[in-house]
């Protein structure tokens, strides 16, 4: 696996403020809080570099310094970027996203949300996979209106990958972890671009864009991760669920 997954490059898009689980964010970005005792940006660089991956771009912007000060001296040997969005607390992941086109260009790359934590598995079982553009879709899960619900065909392609979806369409959730193909990159940061010279968009999702290129026929497929943990940490609530989830060893 470390030899298909030496070219790939990842992306952690960690710029956001995390209003909803104040105050626990009040000082500490969210990707820095601690779950079984270890921070949520540890055990997914851990994962990362253990999959092969050694070359993550942050997007960062919220307490920036305490993310890049973290990463430098808990993993020395780790090829990071930084990039900031300075517009952080007014955009959304679409415009993060797009900011690390130079970094990116057409190289394949994982996407990571920074506040998930999973098990390693997920990751093992998406860069072995045969889509070029797939996304982790849980579908054993209880969809609201926050999820990220995604619809596909008899296919397994996606043709919807939106909160706005019914969840009675849906077939499951995207889990913030993608990987994109590099013919697909060069396509997705064009798009993100178009997007964002309008700035009715910076609030949209990088989903966004994937939807627009599905609309181009650019095929997106998902990846059933199902009795695999995961979950993503957006409220106190979702904190306590992922101590219950995820021990120490982990």
């Known amino acids: 696996m470390k ?13 956001g403020v995390g209003s909803r689980i104040r105050p626990l964010t009040d000082n500490c970005p969210k990707s820095l809080l601690e779950i079984g005792g270890n921070t949520i940006l540890e055990m997914m660089i851990s994962h ?35 990039v900031t969005n300075e517009r952080y607390f007014e955009t959304n992941t679409g415009y993060s996203l797009m900011l690390t086109r130079d ?36 579908k054993n899960i209880n969809l609201d209106a926050e999820a990220m ?13 939106s909160k ?20 697909t990159a060069k396509l997705l940061f064009t798009e993100l671009a178009i997007m964002m010279q309008d700035e009715q968009n910076h609030q949209e999702y990088y989903e966004g864009a994937y939807e627009r290129l599905i609309a181009n026929f650019v095929p997106f497929y998902a990846l059933d991760i199902s009795g695999l943990k995961w979950t993503e940490i957006d409220t106190q609530e979702d904190f306590v669920l992922a101590e219950n989830i995820f021990s120490q060893s982990a």
């Open 149 to 161: 619900k995604v619809i596909t065909d008899k296919q397994n392609r996606v043709i919807k990958a």
């Open 103 to 138: 970094w990116i260009q057409d190289s394949t790359f994982i996407k990571f949300d920074a506040d998930v934590v999973f098990d390693k598995k997920i990751l093992t079982k998406l860069i072995e996979c045969e889509y070029e553009n797939c996304l982790c879709l849980d």
């Open 48 to 82: 990362i570099q253990s999959c092969g991956i050694n070359e993550v771009v942050f997007v960062v912007g919220y307490l920036q310094e305490k993310i890049k000060d973290y990463v430098n001296k808990q993993f020395p040997d780790l090829d990071a970027h930084f």
């Open 3 to 15: 030899n298909k997954s030496s070219k790939i490059k990842a992306v952690i898009l960690a710029a």
């Open 164 to 183: 706005t979806v019914n969840p009675k369409d849906a077939i499951g959730e995207s889990i913030g972890i993608e990987k994109i193909g590099g013919e």
